[in-house]
């Protein structure tokens, strides 16, 4: 393994959300703040590591990220496997995110639609719905967004890197600077 291309692309994709993303990040993390005190929720959906990411977020702000604090209304679209499965069986897989939006989702509400190539037709489908019933919409992918990135309100693109471990990381970044910055101002 060449370990200083490995850190090179760690360091790279560190300094973009640290530098080019963080204007981004601070104003979807308000948009989400004023969500929450208007009494509105968060989804979240993903595949795979973005699942996890969706998971991981819904997580922190559903029970407490770094302080003590009521929680904070936050959905992973991607827990139910009673859900997920009977939607896949009985329509499309493409389907299992944009049905739970469709079910859950008000507007004025969140999506945060994790990607991270930004082409996953069933998280794209999930910012269709959204947009369409008046859902604020967030594309956290990478490269240059996909698909995805034209169907939300808000792109946020990791592009400093084409790997998606690094973009995964770019990812992990960004839910914990929201986790964060949402914490902060909500206790204001």
């Known amino acids: 393994m060449d370990w200083d291309r490995f850190a090179e692309g760690h360091l790279d994709v560190a300094h973009e959300v640290l530098t ?12 989400m703040v004023a969500c929450l005190k208007q009494g509105g929720k968060i989804l979240v959906c993903g595949n795979g590591g973005s699942a996890a990411d969706a998971q991981h977020f819904a ?7 770094q302080c003590e604090r009521r929680p904070y209304a936050a959905i992973a679209l991607t827990t ?16 299992v995110f944009s049905k739970q939006v469709e079910a859950l989702g008000r507007s004025g509400d969140i999506l945060l639609a994790i990607s991270t190539s930004g082409n996953a037709a069933n998280v794209c489908r999930a910012a269709e719905v959204a947009r369409a019933s008046g859902i604020w919409t967030v594309a956290l992918s990478g490269g240059q967004g996909g698909q995805l990135a034209g169907l939300a309100h808000q792109p946020l693109c990791v592009t400093s890197s084409t790997v998606t471990a690094r973009i995964q990381e770019g990812h992990g970044m960004i839910v914990h600077a929201l986790c964060q910055l949402i914490e902060e101002q909500m206790a204001d």
């Open 80 to 95: 139910d496997t009673s859900i997920l499965t009977a939607i896949a069986n009985d329509y499309d897989y493409a389907q």
């Open 20 to 31: 080019t993303l963080r204007p981004t990040i601070e104003a979807v993390a308000a948009k």
């Open 59 to 65: 997580a922190e702000l559903v029970n407490r990220f």
